[in-house]
């Protein structure tokens, strides 16, 4: 039985303090707007409307928790980046982000999403610094896999694994399709460890 199956949704927060106690190790998932995120994770728990999908970027604006039969819980985060929102609403999330990516004890890693097209951007790369120092794992999917040919999958796969080689960070990188449901299995090995084995 995959891992993520039977996941409901519990609760959108728009405080920290709206969340309710956890229950067990939490997954949260970062990634710029329009990256892929909720599709990826309607993709890995095999439910196309649980996380809503917004053609319009920036339509996640709370931390929404998913939890699943086991205690533990997947957390879609606010996506990133977007500029047609409001100041005082992106101030807002990116108080939320930052108070429960620094401060939730529960959270057991980060799975960042981005676009495989453009992965990397100068946000992506704050997140990572910034949350790295948390010595939680980070694990990439580079999402819209299937819009490259094999060549330049593996192109973008090779260098974005050695530039965090080079650093010397704990990240691991994979591809992913939430269309052609390419890089399941390889995705729920690694954030299913962290379950069994939390940081």
Same mark, same amino acid.
């Given at each position: 039985?995959?891992?993520?199956?039977?996941?409901?949704?519990e609760i959108?927060?728009a405080?920290?303090?709206?969340l309710?106690?956890?229950?067990?190790?939490?997954?949260?998932?970062?990634?710029?707007?329009?990256?892929?995120?909720?599709?990826?994770?309607?993709?890995?728990?095999?439910?196309?409307? =649980?996380?809503?999908?917004?053609?319009?970027?920036?339509?996640?604006?709370?931390?929404?928790?998913?939890?699943?039969?086991?205690?533990?819980? =997947?957390?879609?985060?606010?996506?990133y980046?977007?500029?047609?929102?409001?100041?005082?609403?992106?101030?807002?999330?990116?108080? $939320?982000?930052?108070?429960?990516?620094?401060?939730?004890?529960? =959270?057991?890693?980060?799975?960042?999403?981005?676009?495989?097209?453009?992965? $990397?951007?100068e946000?992506?790369?704050?997140?990572?610094?910034?949350?790295?120092?948390?010595?939680?794992?980070?694990?990439?999917?580079?999402?819209?896999?299937?819009?490259?040919?094999?060549?330049?999958?593996?192109?973008?796969?090779?260098?974005?694994?050695?530039?965090?080689?080079?650093?010397?960070?704990?990240?691991?990188?994979?591809?992913?399709?939430?269309?052609?449901?390419?890089?399941?299995?390889?995705?729920?090995?690694?954030?299913?460890?962290w $379950?069994?084995?939390?940081?």
């Amino acid at each position: 039985m995959p891992l993520f199956r039977h996941a409901v949704f519990e609760i959108s927060a728009a405080k920290p303090q709206d969340l309710p106690q956890a229950t067990g190790p939490e997954i949260a998932f970062a990634g710029r707007s329009n990256a892929g995120k909720s599709s990826a994770i309607n993709t890995l728990v095999g439910h196309t409307r =649980l996380a809503f999908v917004s053609k319009t970027p920036g339509r996640t604006q709370l931390i929404n928790l998913f939890r699943l039969k086991n205690g533990a819980a =997947l957390v879609d985060l606010p996506g990133y980046g977007y500029a047609d929102v409001p100041l005082p609403i992106r101030k807002q999330w990116q108080g $939320l982000l930052e108070h429960y990516l620094t401060r939730r004890q529960a =959270l057991a890693g980060l799975v960042m999403i981005m676009d495989a097209r453009r992965p $990397l951007t100068e946000l992506d790369r704050q997140m990572i610094n910034w949350f790295g120092p948390t010595g939680k794992p980070i694990h990439c999917l580079l999402t819209k896999a299937d819009k490259l040919t094999r060549q330049e999958q593996t192109k973008i796969l090779n260098e974005v694994r050695a530039e965090f080689t080079d650093t010397g960070s704990q990240v691991t990188v994979q591809l992913f399709s939430s269309l052609k449901k390419t890089g399941m299995d390889e995705a729920e090995k690694v954030i299913g460890a962290w $379950l069994d084995d939390p940081p």
